[in-house]
Nanobody, 120 residues
Framework: QVQLVESGGGAVQAGGSLRLSCVAS????????VGWFRQTPGKEREFVGG??????YYGESVEGRFTISRDNAKSTVYLQVNNLKPEDTAVYYC???????????????WGQGTQVTVLS
């Protein structure tokens, strides 16, 4: 089993930045791919980006404001978001899977999510 815990969310003014963290524990060697998704009420969970080994990849709708990185020594994957916009308001989830995927079905383990609220 893999456990994932997100942190770093909160309320921030538009134009600001946040760095979300996803700490993995358990059988992390099995799941080398970690992805970030976000969801707002009434909408589908949207793929933001992922990282497999040390190679990040991003969703088609994601702008260059998002950067994913990892620190293997800390079993942590980061999502840096700059120039935040009100439409970035969502619950952000990290997830782990064995292969790179932009689909929810490609992930076996999920965190509980962290709320990001961007104030206009």
């Amino acid at each position: 089993q893999v456990q994932l815990v997100e942190s770093g969310g909160g309320a921030v003014q538009a134009g600001g930045s946040l760095r979300l963290s996803c700490v993995a524990s358990g059988r992390t060697s099995i799941n080398v791919n970690v992805g970030w998704f976000r969801q707002t009420p009434g909408k589908e969970r949207e793929f933001v980006g992922g990282i497999i080994f040390n190679s990040p990849y991003y969703g088609e709708s994601v702008e260059g404001r998002f950067t994913i990185s990892r620190d293997n020594a800390k079993s942590t994957v980061y999502l840096q978001v700059n120039n935040l916009k009100p439409e970035d308001t969502a619950v952000y989830y990290c997830a782990a899977g064995a292969y790179a995927s932009r689909e929810k079905s490609g992930y076996d383990h999920w965190g509980q999510g962290t709320q990001v609220t961007v104030l206009s």
